[in-house]
Each structure stands twice: as C-alpha cells, then as structure tokens.
C-alpha cells in the first residue's frame, strides 16, 4: 500500500531568531524527530511571501511549514504577525481550491523550545501522512497530480494578485484600526471581502491559465472549472476588456479566446 | 442676489431648478441658459446623461446614441450658466412662481469631482469587485470606486459607501489627490424662479412575470440589458453573445408588452415606444451579428411617429426581422442547452411553440420609484399611474403653478418627444421669468488668442474610435502612426471617444504641451461635432478656425464596414488630407450680428396661436400671419378631447389672447411671398387680402395682387402651416357618393351637435355604427401612420357609446394605435362594448351600397354619381375568424388620415428648408432637433412637422417658441468667420462676382471700380470665388490652395 | 485634338476619385448613407465645399492633372441650394467645362455632377457606385503623368 510507504517531503521556512535556533537546540539536545522535514533559514518569518508558501507545493512538496517567533516576541517586533495574517489568508486559497489547508502549518518556536520544535515537527509529519500524499487520488483531497499542480499554479497567481496583497497587507492595520472612515470593520466582514476576492481571482487566474495552453470557448473553460458559463463568461468578458485575453476565432456560433501569452508564445516559435 | 422686481412689487428670481439630467433636462437647461436664465440641474446620480445614455442606438435612424448626445452632455458640462449638482435630492420646496425656496440635500462623493481627472486608476485597483454595475444593467461588476460610464459627465469617480470597506487603497493610488473620505452630505438652499421636474422614468422590472422566467433563465434578458450587449461599451464590448454560455444566438425572440398594456399588474398603459426600440434592437442585432434571425412577438405593431412606418418596413423587408402577432403565453427553459421554448397562440388560434436561444423582454416605462417622494416635496398631484397629472390642453404645466414637467415623467414618451417638451418647458418657464432675464447669468470670458504669426503649423492629430464604430473596420492604431508621419504633425494619438469630455480637457493639454498651433481630430461629421472641437480649441486659446476634422466614420467605417483595409487606407487618406489643409489654415474672425428681435410665426392654427402667444409674453413682438380669414386652423373642426376637455371654448380663449396681446401683429387672409435674410435678420414680404368677401384663394392669384403688400423685419421665422384631413376621391369608401359615408371630423362635428339623424334617412336607423381605420394613411400613397386616427375613433366611439349605449359599434383596424395613457380609453372603449375587428394590412374593407329600386348592389369603384343609394354595408375580412364579414351600417365612419398641405413646396423654397419624402417639414434631426432646422434661426411646429395630437401640438409649438427664443433673447449672435476676401491689387473691376452673388453681398467700389464685400450679409458660399476671372477674390477657410492642398493628399 | 488617351490598366488597379459635396445637401446626404450603413465602393474622397458654386471648372482639370481618376461634384437639388442659386451657377459653369473636356480629349465620364439632397444617403451610394464603375471601365488616365511633371 503506498500509504503505509508514504514518507511526506515537508519544506520548513523557519526565522533565524527562534525557530531556526529552537532547531538547533533540538540537535543540540539530540532530540530526534522525522527526517522529512527540509528546512529553508529565513530572517523572519514575516519574509515568507504567500507564493513561498504554495511554491514548494509545486515542486514536489507533501507540507510546508512557517515556524517563527512567539507573539510579541520577532526580532523585528511585527514580522510574525504578517506571517500569521498571511498564512490565515493563504489557508482560505487552499479551502477554496479544494486543498487540504492541513498542509501548511503556522507556529511559534522560541530558541529555548528544542523539544517543542521536535514535537510540532513529528506532529506535522504525522498530520500530512494522514491527508496523504500531494496530488494522489489516494489523499483525503483525491486530486490527480496535474490536478493539484494546476490548483496551485491559480492559487499562485490568486496570492500573486494586487487585491489579494493589498488586503492581505491591509488586513491587520484595519482590524486593529478604524478604517479610513473611522468605523471598526469586524473580522467577518473582511474575511468575507477576502473570500470574494480569493473566489473571483481565482476564477480569472484559471482562465488565463487555460487560454495560455490554447484557444478556448466559455462553455469549454466553464466544464473544465465545472463553474456556470454564465460566471466564466462574466469574467472572460473582463479579462478581455483589459487585454489580458483575445478573441481568437469564431467556430460556428461559439467564440474562442486566447491569452496574448499563447499568441506571442506561438509567434516566437 | 440679483432680482428683478415685478409691477406686482414680488420678486422674480432669474434663476431655474431642473431636476433630472438626463436628455430632457438637459435641453431644457441648455435652452433656458441660453434665453438669459442661470440654471441648476438637480441630478440623483453621480453623472448626467440619463437612460439616453445607456442605449446603443437610437431609432428610426439607427445613430450611436451617445455620439448624437456627447455635444449636449458636455455642453451641460461646460455651460458658464449650468451648475450641475449631482448627487442630489430635492428635500423641500418653498414659495410660489416666481419666486421658490429649494432646499437640496446632496449625499456624499467621497471624491473631489474638481480634482478628480478620471483617470480610473483607482477603480482598476479597488479591491472590492462585487457590485452589480447598474448602468450595464446589472450584467457585470463595478468596483466599489466607479464613474457611471465612460464619457460620464461631470468625469469623477464615485465611492459607493454601501460595499466600500475603507482600506484607503485608492487614496494612496489618486495622483491628483481627489480621494476624500471625510465627505459629507451637504444641503443648500437655493432661489429659483420654476422648477421643470424631467426624473425620467424606470424600466419595468419583469420579475414578477414568472411565466417570462426573467431572474430564472440566464437567456431571458431585459430590453435595456441586451441594449448594453449591443453597445461597444458595454458588457460584451457589442458582441451578441447570450449570457449563458458566450455563444452568439442564432434565434432571438422579443417579446412586447412586458410591463404595459397589462392591467393585471397594474400598468394599462402603453408605454409608446416599446415596438420601436424592440425593431431597432432586432435589426442591430442583426448588424452585430450576421445570420441571427429576430423574431418580435407583439400585439399591435404601434409604429406611429414620424419615420417610423418606413423603419418597420426596412426591418421587415430589408434585414428580414419576422413579425409575429401574437401575446406570448410561457417561456420554459430547454434541458441542457439553455435555448427558451415560447408558447404562443396564433391569430388563427392555433397554438405554436417555438425554441430560441435568447429572449429580450421589451420592458415597459414606470415612474420612477421615487417619484411619489418628489411630487410630495414639491406638493404636485400625480395621475392613476404615477405620472405627474397635466391637462391635455396644457400638458406641460404640472397641478402647482411655476412647476413644470417634461418628458417620460409626464407620461411614457420617446426621446424627440422629450427633446420637444424640453424647449417647450423651457419657453413656459421663460414665459413667467420674463422680467428677471439676464439677471442671474455670466458671460464666458475666453482666454487672449494666442498669436501664432510666425510659428508655422504644428498640428495635433486625434484619432477616435467611437467604441467599435470606427474602431471595429478602421485600424486605428496604423491611422495614429501614420499621422505622426505626416508633415507638420507634432503629436498623434487614439482616443476612445474624442467627443468626451475628458478627452477636451486632454486637447486642451495636449495644445499647451506641444505648443499645437492646428488640431484635426478625425472621427465623425463636421457636421454635428465641429462646434464642440472648436470650442475646446477656442479655450485652449486657439482660433476657432484652426481646427479641421476628417470624417472617417459616417463617410468611411460605416460605408465600408467589409472593406477593413480598403477603409484604413481611406482613413489615412482623410487624416492626410485634413493635415494637408490644417497646415495652411489662418486665424479668422467672428462677426457680431445684431438680431431683430422679432418674430414671424406663418400659420394661425393651435400651433401658430401658441408659439406666437409664447414669444410675445417672453417680451419679443411676433407678426403672426394665417391664409384664412379667421384663426384656429384645424382645431375648428375638433370639439373635445379624449379626456373631455371642451375644445372650442380652448380655442375661442387662445384666438381671443392672441388677437388682443399687445405684441402680436395678426395678418388674417394673408400670405408670405417671400422671405430674404438669415438669421437675426430676415425680411419677410406679406400681402394682406381679406375683409372682402371671406373666400381667400389658395393659390397666388388675382385677388391676392390686389391685396396690400406689407414688409416686415424679424429675427426668426416659425413654420406653423398645418396640414390637411385626407378626403378620399373617386369613390373610394363610396365618400361623397353615399349619404352614410362620413369622415371622423364630420361625424365628430355631428356628436357634438348632438346627433347624427342626416345622415342615416334611409339606413337601418338601429344598425351599426362602423368605423374603419387607416384610410389614407399606410397605405402605397402614404406609407406613413397618421397617429391620431386610433385615438380619435375611440374618443368618439366611447361618446357615441355613452350617448346611445345599445347602439353596436364596429372599428375595424389593422393595428390599434392607442399609444402612452391613451391606452386606457381603449380599454375603456371595449369595456363599453365597442369591437374591435382587425382586418388584414392587404384588404382594405370595402364600402357597397344597394341601389333603390333595384336588386343590384353597388361596391365602391363601381360605382357611379348618379344614383339612388340605399343601406350601406361594409365587407371586411375578420382576421381572429379567418372569415369575411359583411356588416350592414347606419353610418360608415372613416377615419381619415392626415396629408401635408400642397403649399409646404413654396414654403419650403422660400425659406431653403427641406421636405421629407412624404412632404412634411423635415426637421434638422429626428431625435435631438426635433423643432429646428438645419437652416439656422428658422422652426417648425405642429401638423406641418408631422401628423400630431393636440397635446402634442402644444408641446411642440411650446418648444418652436423656446428655440427661437434662444436666438432672440441673445440680442447679438455671432456669424461664422468663413467670408469671401478681395485681393484689391488682383480685381479687375469686372462685376461678374456682383452679378452672381446671391445675398448683394458684394459690390464694386465707386472710387476705385473693384470688388467690396459686405461681410454681414456674406454667406460664406464661395461662389464668387469660384467665378472670378482673375483669382482676386476668394472664401476665407476654403481657399483655393487649401482646397488643392487637399486634392494633392487625397490622389498622391 | 487630342485621342483619348486612357491607357491599358493592371487589373487590380482602383481609381482614386475626387468629391468634392456641398455641406448641406450632399454631405448631409452622404453622413446619412453612413448613419444608414449604406455600403459603397471606398475609391471616393470627398473634400466638404460650402457649396457647389464654391467649385470652379479650373479646380476639376486641376484635380485630373493632379493624377485623380475621377472627380465628382455633388450639390443641392435645384431650388433647394442653401445659398439660393448657388448650385444653378455651378451647373452652368460645369456644363461648359463638359464641352471643354471634349475639346481636351478627356472623356466626359471622368468629371460628374449630381443632385443629391441631405434626405438621400441612399442615392449618394448609388451616385458613388456608378461613378466609381465608370472611370473604372475607362480605366487610368495618362493626363495625370503628362501633366504631372508641370506641377509646381
């Protein structure tokens, strides 16, 4: 059974203050923990972009790992809450698209918790063993491996995405302050602009996608993303509106549309 | 503030309120601006512009709509005596005509409409993209930043607060620092004189018609919403795809009557412009997608307007839209591949169903929902639907005096009915203010001329793409590129609609910038858009004639719309040559031309009557002259309205104010021979001929001659001529060879006298009354609908009904023309038991008669004048039975259409005004010039326009008063600098261009024996420049160098 | 006299044909042939005159000198000239240069003259298309290179 061979390869971003000094004191120590884990040394942890976090996905990746200081407690006095509202954020891409938000872990690690360090580690690896191995019909997400790789190349460019960012930046200056009206926005109401942003992103980010492989019609692209025409026709409409897809050619009655990228791609070959 | 003081001792403030910006307001502001009163307009939202704004295309001459309304919007937008104040409600309103208190509230913006430059960054950055964008008609988003659409006027952004979270984004981004969060509602109190109330109306929301599916099935669209596919700037930048799926239908169904004619949901009216707009989007349908077949399900085809009759004709016969009359049962959507199944009866009761891939709902006109509110904050009654209450006889007055109404408002309307009510607001409000004229405006001051002597041409080339109707045939981009090749251009470049007003305010850049000495814009016709181009240039510090246009859409895109590369090529060719001529441009000077301040109004029916009476109370004298020895036209021979307004006693007071008003000069029995001059200044000659013995001749005859010639000075001239009932000849309907056999007037003349006995002796006194429809009109003589006929038949049919109510009464009709509220009078009419039979468009019913004392019958057309006629009876194919009938009459009512009058030919000539092909005056454009003429200073009113009722009469002869009054309330007009020039040292003192100048414009010099023009009285026509033997004389703005400068750029 | 001298003309070859409309009459009337979508051939060029009387016959042997194929004038119907009579002394004027074209060699169905009002847009399509079939069939003149080198 590939489960019970399955061996996770989890990539760690851990800060260079505690959490990459909680892992030294673990060795330190000779606390032994899983050898799944590959660890990336960053300043902080408030320096892992949210496309940081889904890259490794791509690459080959079963988990990823933001280990950073306890609250109140980063180098650089915020960083870690960054951290923590971008991991929050990149969460609710992955429970939109359909992966297992288990795969992306957030925690805190002080230089003196070398068996924390250990047990979050074994935790983790344990935890991605149960959903199973990325982009495998046998995980608990049952997506084939081009399957996975596609959902995360959109939540790439969802997380690469000005609104996405902005809101993402935003995000903690608005709930700790007013906003720019003076008013309080409550936390549900910006997790449901959040949402919506995510959601349409996502819907524009999958159809350039698929018009950068080739011609494709609405109804096409609407029984590949299994969305109503109707949307991917709204939001064709404005991705032509500002250039970032063509009209290709007309088959029958069906117009088919293209992105530049497939265009200039096909003129350079 | 200034005011001015009345003999009453009560102040009359100089100033109107115009609530509503949309086309309606808009004229009237612009009218009354320009007749010497400061206007604010009152608009709800961020922009102005209105529904006319959203539309595509408007009918019957298929023109971009907002090309034919972008001048007006910016004019509104840069009027010196305009403010508009958007955003704003009315909350209260004080005082009484003449002299109002106005509180407006005005709800926040959150952004600087003064700083804002429209530059949209904001928006394409905003976050938050979930709201629904209600000018596309809810088929896309907009941003919680948005501008109402893109030629919006004034050009700001605005933040809708509702779904605006304040995360500050676009105050970060705003370069010109227009973002202001800290906005407030604001109210202002201000002093106005009238308020005209033009709110428009709301489209009729179809989702409680569930049988339509309307909000359940994707394809079942609204009216307005495939108006906004069919737009380049809408949705789907005009590309027909249906929004299910993206693909371009093949089938399109509109259903009619949605929302109106439907007492169930409680609108009974008609909403009068639904079968038009219906055609026109089958046909632009059928332009943006070839091969689409349209299908229009209606109930009567109610193409009754000026134009409109031929439009339906060329939709049906020459882009093949189908016509099928029927009133749709049920829409069901299509498992799987969302086509719509339409259930329907046909006229022979059979019941079809029919698959489509799309379906338009032709939604009716609503008040606007808050209209209730308003009419309560100016105290004004509102009518059964909703509409503001007038009286036909006064439709443009609303229940408080000094408030107006014009427009859908006052009643469902299309645009050149609103256009029309609009100046006739205008010349109401005018009427009351008079005496406060001018107090409250400014002069615009223009900035010194900038001297370009010695610079040499440096021209700026604008290339527009009027959304997709240059763009989508000219390659535009190439036409940019090729202009910056061209000598003396300095800087080219695209915009999407040049006509906006941001792109003025980017010329006007752009002169500054690059130092432009000449601009060229290539894009539509000088015709409608020069003006505006000039302008911008003129406060740029320009001349105003250092501006040239290259028309590379209606004489290039839209005439080789196939021909893609052919018409770039020809586009490059146009900019070329508008280059070649820019370059050798000059400075040219604009003459101040006093104006008479008089005016001739020629005909005294309803229509003369009320504009010369308009005139004179706004303070100008009016030489009003009428063929007949009497006043009233053919008002005399109608006695009351359908609603039940006594006519004559209207008419008895009107003719009693016009003859006994102080500034109107009546000529009875009298005539115009001739008319010379030009606005400001015509002379008109009148030879009066009556008092004798009552018979005037029509023609210019014997007796005429010996009348007395008088000759008068006037400003402006109004046509007001009237028209002609239609009297069948030869027999036809056996008229004037049956005694049974009368028109609608005559037997209207007899209700009114009460009774009818004449004419039935010998008839079966109790039989029917039958009136048969469309005589005269539709018809291969006539192709045009007559308007009236439907109205008048029901008018008289409900009195006859309610005089002699066991009396059957038959109308026979092909379609029933009981447009706008007049719907409920024909409703009315078939609840008191009037039927109605629907007789095919291709068999006319057919008049007989039996002979007395002889077994034969006699149909017409073989019939002769002799001879003894007994009981009539009319033949008339029942299209709902399929069968012929054949209906024995007491009396045969004939509703007999309206003619122009044979004598529009000479009037025509005289003023150098055009006919239209069914010789009525042709107006200078069907939808936003629907009084004036091309010919400026010179109006039209009433039948002699178009067949019309007497409601609309007023209006219209209201409207020929206010645009005249705009030209003689300025006092100077400015004439155009294009003149004819000597070059003394050239002439050779031949005379020949004395002798072919038409205007005695030109005349040889005593001293020196050469040619001197008269600039005032020169036209600009050229023609002595063309004559002259020896090159001395030529026409400033089309010299002979500028015009081979043309040729060469055109043929090289 | 001169033979006419058109020549032989590669089979692809297009005339260039010079307009030259009243403003408002013809050119009203060819705006209306956009407005109604009315397709025509794209050979014509049209420059906006004031009106046909603004056009001298020395200025039509110009164009064809100049190298046009064709040149047409187009004004108000008689008694409908804007500027009175300006139309009825252009007509005059041109149907003296017709004899004159005669007298050049240069065949009569290069210049033309039409009526057409601000109402016609269909007919301005029509005019258009005959024209441009008739210079087509007499196909390009050589006057534009003989004259041509005479040009300043």
């Not at chain 1, 959490?19 to 050898?35: H, K, M, V």
């Not at chain 2, 069948?728 to 060879?737: E, Q, T």
């Not at chain 2, 005004?913 to 010789?919: F, K, M, Y």
Request: with cysteine; hydrophobic share 40%; glycine share 10%.
């Amino acid at each position: 059974m590939i489960r019970a061979a399955f061996e996770p390869s989890i990539v760690g971003f851990l800060c260079n203050w505690c959490s990459y000094a909680g892992a030294d004191l673990a060795g330190t120590s000779r606390l032994s923990y899983p050898t799944n884990l590959r660890v990336i040394r960053v300043m902080c942890s408030g320096r892992v972009d949210p496309e940081l976090m889904l890259e490794p996905f791509l690459r080959g990746a079963d988990g990823v790992m933001v280990l950073g200081c306890h609250p109140a407690d980063c180098h650089y006095l915020s960083g870690n809450y960054q951290a923590e509202q971008r991991v929050h954020c990149v969460w609710m891409v992955l429970e939109h698209l359909g992966i297992d938000k288990g795969r992306l872990c957030l925690d805190w690690v002080s230089a003196a918790e070398g068996a924390r360090f250990a047990e979050l580690v074994a935790e983790f690896v344990s935890q991605v063993k149960r959903i199973g191995p990325a982009g495998h019909e046998e995980s608990r997400e049952e997506l084939s491996r081009q399957d996975f790789i596609w959902r995360v190349r959109v939540g790439m460019r969802v997380t690469g995405t000005e609104k996405f960012r902005w809101l993402v930046g935003r995000q903690k200056a608005l709930l700790d302050d007013k906003n720019v009206y003076e008013e309080q926005l409550s936390g549900e109401r910006l997790r449901d602009l959040m949402r919506t942003v995510i959601a349409e992103e996502s819907i524009r980010a999958a159809i350039e996608l698929l018009t950068e492989a080739g011609p494709m019609s609405v109804k096409d692209m609407a029984e590949a993303l299994k969305l109503p025409a109707r949307t991917v026709l709204e939001h064709t409409a404005y991705l032509k509106r500002y250039g970032f897809v063509e009209l290709h050619d007309i088959l029958g009655r069906t117009p088919r549309y293209v992105s530049p990228r497939y265009t200039q791609a096909k003129d350079e070959i | 503030m200034v005011q001015a003081e009345k003999g009453s001792g009560r102040k009359t403030v100089g100033a109107v309120l115009v609530i509503g910006g949309g086309i309606g307001g808009m004229q009237a502001a612009l009218d009354l601006a320009d007749s010497g009163f400061f206007v604010y307009m009152a608009e709800k939202k961020s922009a102005i512009g209105g529904v006319m704004a959203q539309l595509d295309k408007t009918f019957p001459t298929n023109d971009c709509s907002m090309c034919i309304m972008a001048p007006k919007l910016v004019e509104c937008g840069r009027h010196l005596n305009i403010e508009v104040i958007t955003n704003s409600e009315v909350a209260s309103v004080k005082g009484s005509a003449g002299d109002f208190t106005v509180r407006l509230v005005r709800r926040p913006r959150y952004v600087d409409q003064e700083k804002c430059t429209g530059c949209g960054v904001c928006a394409l950055h905003c976050p938050v993209g979930a709201a629904r964008d209600q000018f596309n008609a809810d088929l896309g988003c907009r941003p919680s930043i948005y501008i109402e659409y893109p030629q919006a006027v004034p050009l700001a952004y605005i933040i809708d607060r509702e779904t605006c979270v304040g995360c500050g984004l676009c105050e970060t981004l705003c370069l010109a620092q227009a973002v202001k969060y800290d906005d407030e509602a604001w109210e202002r109190e201000i002093e106005v004189g009238a308020i005209i109330v033009a709110t428009g109306f709301d489209a009729y929301d179809p989702s409680e018609r569930k049988e339509y599916g309307y909000g359940r099935f994707p394809n079942v669209v609204t009216s307005m919403e495939f108006e906004r596919i069919l737009s380049a700037s809408g949705p789907y930048e005009g590309r027909v795809l249906r929004p299910s799926d993206g693909d371009i239908p093949r089938k399109i169904a509109f259903i009619q009557c949605v929302g109106s004619r439907d007492r169930a949901i409680g609108n009974g009216y008609c909403s009068s412009v639904c079968c038009m707009y219906a055609t026109k989007e089958a046909v632009i349908a059928k332009e943006h997608a070839p091969g689409v077949e349209t299908t229009v399900f209606f109930m009567d085809m109610r193409s009754y307007g000026k134009g409109f009759e031929a439009y339906i004709e060329r939709a049906r016969h020459e882009y093949g839209v189908r016509f099928v009359r029927t009133r749709v049962g049920e829409v069901v959507e299509a498992l799987d591949t969302g086509n719509l199944i339409l259930s329907y009866e046909t006229e022979g009761g059979a019941i079809e169903k029919e698959e489509f891939d799309l379906v338009v709902l032709s939604v009716g006109l609503r008040p606007p929902t808050d209209g209730a509110r308003l009419a309560e904050s100016l105290a004004i009654a509102l009518d059964t639907h909703g509409f503001l209450e007038t009286r036909s006889l006064d439709p443009l007055a609303t229940t408080r005096p000094g408030i107006f109404v014009c427009g859908a408002m006052q009643g469902p309307k299309d645009i050149p009915e609103t256009v029309t009510q609009a100046s006739g607001v205008a010349s109401s409000t005018g009427a009351i203010l008079e005496g406060a004229r001018g107090s409250l405006t400014r002069r615009k001051i223009y900035p010194e001329e900038k001297d370009i002597r010695g610079i040499g041409p440096k021209i700026g080339v604008f290339v527009c793409h009027c959304g997709i109707n240059i763009g989508g045939v000219v390659d535009v981009p190439s036409v940019v590129e090729y202009a910056k090749t061209l000598p003396n251009v300095v800087y080219a470049e695209e915009n999407l609609y040049t006509c906006s007003q941001d792109t003025q305010k980017r010329i006007q850049e752009k002169i500054e910038e690059h130092g432009l000495t000449r601009v060229v814009v290539a894009s539509c016709t000088p015709r409608t858009h020069e003006p505006l181009f000039q302008e911008t240039c003129r406060e740029a510090g320009l001349n105003y004639y250092l501006f040239q246009m290259a028309n590379i859409r209606d004489q290039c895109s839209w005439v080789h719309m196939r021909k893609p590369i052919e018409a770039t090529e020809k586009a490059k060719d146009l900019v070329k040559a508008a280059c070649a001529k820019a370059a050798l441009l000059e400075p040219l000077e604009r003459i101040p031309i006093e104006v008479k301040q008089s005016a001739l109004v020629i005909g005294g029916g309803l229509a003369g009557m009320t504009t010369a009476l308009d005139i004179a109370n706004q303070g100008f004298r009016v030489h009003l002259v009428e063929t007949a020895p009497e006043l009233g036209g053919h008002l005399r021979r109608l006695h009351f309205t359908l609603c039940g307004d006594d006519i004559q006693t209207y008419l008895g007071d009107l003719a009693r104010r016009v003859m006994s008003h102080p500034s109107i000069d009546v000529y009875l029995g009298s005539q115009m021979t001739d008319v010379t001059g030009y606005v400001g200044n015509f002379k008109s000659r009148i030879i009066e001929c009556n008092k004798t013995n009552g018979e005037v001749n029509s023609e210019i005859g014997s007796e005429i001659e010996q009348g007395v010639e008088v000759e008068i000075e006037h400003g402006v001239v109004v046509v007001a001529t009237g028209a002609k009932e239609y009297a069948p000849s030869d027999g036809k309907f056996l008229y004037h060879r049956h005694p049974a056999v009368v028109t609608q007037s005559e037997f209207e003349e007899a209700l009114a006298s009460g009774g009818f006995p004449t004419f039935i002796e010998r008839q079966d006194q109790d039989g029917p009354i039958v009136m048969i429809q469309c005589v005269g009109s539709r018809d291969e003589e006539r192709g045009y609908c007559s308007r009236v006929c439907c109205s008048e038949a029901v008018k008289n049919a409900i009195r006859l009904k309610r005089m002699d109510p066991k009396r059957d009464v038959f109308i026979l009709y092909r379609d029933v023309r009981t447009y706008g509220t007049r719907e409920i009078y024909f409703e009315e009419a078939r609840d008191l038991g009037v039927v109605f039979i629907r007789y095919p468009d291709d068999e006319v019913p057919i008049v007989c008669s039996s002979i007395v004392g002889n077994p034969e019958t006699r149909c017409e057309g073989n019939v002769g004048k002799n001879y003894d006629p007994g009981p009539v009876t009319v033949e008339v194919t029942d299209t709902l039975l399929g069968e012929k009938l054949a209906i024995p009459a007491a009396l045969i009512v004939l509703s007999t259409g309206i003619v122009p009058d044979e004598r529009n030919k000479a009037i025509a000539q005289m003023l150098k005004v055009p006919l239209d092909e069914n010789g009525f005056f042709l107006e200078a454009h069907m939808k936003l010039r629907p009084v004036d003429f091309a010919t400026e200073g010179v109006f039209v009113a009433g039948l002699a326009h178009s067949p019309k009722t007497i409601d609309e009469t007023i209006a219209q002869a209201h409207a020929a008063a206010g645009r005249a009054c705009t030209i003689l309330a300025a006092g100077t007009i400015m004439a155009d600098g294009i003149k004819s020039e000597v070059t003394k040292t050239k002439c050779a003192g031949c005379g020949l261009c004395v002798e072919v100048c038409q205007y005695s414009a030109v005349e040889l010099d005593d001293k020196d024996n050469i040619a001197v023009v008269n600039t005032a009285l020169c036209k600009g026509c050229g023609l002595c420049a063309a004559t002259c033997r020896c090159g001395a004389i030529t026409l400033k703005g089309f010299t002979e160098e500028e015009i081979l400068a043309e040729v060469d750029a055109l043929i090289c | 006299m001169l033979d006419s001298i058109s020549a032989k003309a590669p089979e692809n070859w297009e005339p260039k044909i010079v307009a030259f409309l009243c403003n408002w009459c013809s050119y009203a009337g060819a705006d209306l042939a956009g407005t109604g979508r009315i397709q025509y051939p794209p050979n014509v060029r049209v420059i906006r005159v004031p009106c046909s009387g603004r056009v001298d016959p020395l200025m039509i042997l110009k164009c064809l000198t100049r190298g046009a194929d064709g040149v047409l004038v187009s004004g108000c119907h008689p008694g409908d000239c804007h500027y009175i009579a300006g139309n009825y002394l252009a007509r005059r004027k041109f149907a003296l240069l017709d004899e004159l074209l005669d007298f050049f060699g240069i065949e009569k169905g290069r210049v033309h003259f039409s009526w057409v009002s601000a109402a016609e847009g269909e007919k301005f399509a029509d005019v258009v298309k005959q024209v441009t079939e008739t210079v087509k069939a007499q196909g390009k003149p050589c006057l534009g290179q003989i004259c041509g080198d005479e040009r300043g």
